[in-house]
């Protein structure tokens, strides 16, 4: 999409067919906006997820190694709109795709209310952060958590000490509340599994984990400098068709 320019040496070429049977990573960014290389990247992205797809055919049914899609953004940057749709058949494919979203609504906004429910209904692992306020969405997680029974011990007194009586009820309660999931701090989320009850967990920070030494080298290595300075990269620019003839 990008000639070089007179003089610049040729560029790589990106073999979408290679990199699915590869172990490399393929990172592909973009700000939100009408000027934004949005429609770009979600091309590219389809046309990645369709090589994989194209692998597990030719393998029998199944990539042989599972490829992993992280659609950080997915609403606004990654607006594909046949994500819902393809969503199951990516995973007996062999595709593994997680979808990150800031809320419900903002999926609604992408997809629809039918899409994200059929996105939603098609993940195997639902993970709810903290910072969440959509009553509906919440009063529904809160209903699938489920409830549990509580012993209620109840008390009254006559007027002599020695009277009075005491009972004992068992009552149901919602074990987490709508305004008990949208108050979970960071640190926290609620995971939903196909097969299994709810869970509350702690997420570990990269920092924590076992390899933090390894990221921090690997920032100190490659992230850009506080003065902005960055490594060069082959500059894009847009190529009109008279000019791309006469390069030609």
Not at 60 to 80: F, I, K, S
Not at 134 to 161: K, M, N, P, W
Not at 221 to 240: F, K, N
């Amino acid at each position: 999409m990008c000639p070089p320019s007179k003089g610049e040496r040729p560029r790589w070429s990106f073999n979408v067919d290679h990199f699915v049977t590869s172990t490399d990573t393929l990172y592909l960014l973009s700000k939100e906006g009408k000027a934004s290389g949005g429609a770009l990247v979600s091309a590219f992205t389809s046309a990645v997820a369709a090589a994989g797809e194209a692998d597990g055919v030719r393998a029998g049914g199944r990539m042989p190694t599972p490829m992993l899609l992280v659609l950080d953004e997915a609403a606004n940057v990654v607006r594909w709109r046949d994500l819902p749709k393809q969503y199951s058949h990516f995973g007996s494919r062999g595709i593994v795709v997680m979808t990150i979203l800031q809320s419900w609504a903002q999926g609604v906004g992408c997809w629809g209310e039918a899409g994200m429910k059929a996105l939603w209904s098609a993940a195997n692992i639902k993970v709810l952060g903290s910072g969440l306020d959509d009553e509906d969405f919440l009063q529904a997680r809160s209903r699938i958590v489920g409830d549990h029974r509580e012993l209620v011990t109840s008390v009254s007194r006559g007027r002599r000490a020695d009277s009075g009586t005491e009972s004992t009820s068992l009552t149901t309660e919602a074990t987490l509340t709508a305004s008990d999931i949208a108050a979970m701090p960071r640190g926290r989320a609620l995971v939903f599994t196909s097969g299994h009850r709810s869970t509350l967990v702690r997420t570990t920070p990269w920092m924590e984990r076992a390899d933090a030494d390894l990221i921090r080298e690997s920032i100190a290595a490659h992230a850009p400098t506080q003065s902005g300075t960055t490594t060069a990269g082959p500059r894009l620019r847009a190529v009109p068709s008279d000019e791309e003839d006469n390069a030609a």
